[in-house]
Nanobody, 124 residues
Framework: QVQLVESGGGLVQPGGSLRLSCTAS????????IGWFHQAPGQGREAVSC????????HYADSVKGRFTISRDNAENTVYLQMNSLRVEDTGVYYC?????????????????WGNGTQVTVSS
């Protein structure tokens, strides 16, 4: 059974930084993509970043390019999302997701597995 557990959310001022972590269990690392999805208040969920655990290929939404960095530690089955220069519009719940298809994440598709999410609030 695949389980995804997020941590690292919190309250930060605009311009600040946070690092989210996602620890995965129950999946074969080299066969999955991990994606971080963002759901702003009252909005749908969209992928902000994806990483292939097989070959390290990454994808970023235009809104976070140059500010967010996704990385993986396959030995620890953990994926990180380093978020810098945070903006008010980055506020919302961030979900860690997993799916065998990288392109599903790129197009914010229906990933197979979802964590419970972690709240990020950017406010002065």
């Amino acid at each position: 059974q695949v389980q995804l557990v997020e941590s690292g959310g919190g309250l930060v001022q605009p311009g600040g930084s946070l690092r989210l972590s996602c620890t995965a269990s129950g999946l074969t690392p080299d066969k999955f993509t991990i994606g971080w999805f963002h759901q702003a208040p009252g909005q749908g969920r969209e992928a902000v970043s994806c990483v292939s655990l097989r070959d390290g290929t990454t994808h970023y939404a235009d809104s976070v390019k140059g500010r967010f960095t996704i990385s993986r530690d396959n030995a620890e089955n953990t994926v990180y999302l380093q978020m810098n220069s945070l903006r008010v519009e980055d506020t919302g719940v961030y979900y860690c997701t997993a799916d065998p298809l990288f392109r599903l994440c790129v197009y914010s598709g229906g990933m197979d597995y979802w964590g419970n999410g972690t709240q990020v609030t950017v406010s002065s």
